[in-house]
């Protein structure tokens, strides 16, 4: 399987996930429970650059899973993408609000919620993409995680297939071109 990053309709990134190796870890080794509030984080199973990703002003960001043939028997679903704002900047300000976060992206979207806590959830559209817009940004730094469930077999209970929840947790910087 891989996560698909598009900008703009066009231009795409691919970051492999091997559901393979995660089958086998959890059939050995006890990664947690993996539900929706305490997902197995398996950033040791995906490739992803050592950059820091940059996103310009004005892009439109698609997220999406796609999978292998060989994982066709995995029920496979895009739950949310949650985005944290980690800068210093973002975070000194004087009560982090929906505001706040409509200088970085188009909040006005019906994906898009906002939590009391300060932090923005995208969830996927019916064909299972998480879109969402970025405006002028001055540069924001941010912490996202994809979290996504797969119905797997239960390896403790040979009959029975149990849903497990994964995260993964990137970092990317949003600009509106101007350096640090």
Request: hydrophobic content about 35%; overall charge negative.
């Amino acid at each position: 399987m891989e996560i698909q990053v598009v900008l703009n309709g066009n231009d795409s990134t691919s970051f492999p996930i091997n559901m393979t190796e995660i089958e086998q870890v959890l059939q050995y080794c006890e990664l947690g429970i993996g539900t929706s509030y305490k997902p197995i984080e398996i950033d040791d199973f995906i490739y992803i650059r050592n950059t820091f990703p940059e996103i310009k002003e004005n892009t439109t960001i698609e997220l999406s899973l796609k999978k292998e043939e060989k994982e066709r028997h995995l029920e496979i679903k895009l739950v949310c993408v949650k985005v944290m704002n980690i800068g210093i900047a973002f975070n000194q300000k004087k009560g982090i609000d929906n505001e706040n976060w409509n200088t970085i992206f188009d909040c006005d979207q019906n994906n898009v919620v906002f939590s009391p806590d300060g932090v923005l959830y995208i969830t996927p559209d019916a064909s299972e993409i998480c879109t969402v817009k970025t405006k002028s940004p001055e540069n924001s730094f941010l912490s996202y995680s994809i979290l996504f469930s797969a119905e797997m077999k239960d390896h403790h209970q040979s009959k029975r297939k149990k849903e497990y929840y994964f995260i993964i947790d990137p970092l990317i910087k949003v600009s509106s071109g101007v350096g640090i």
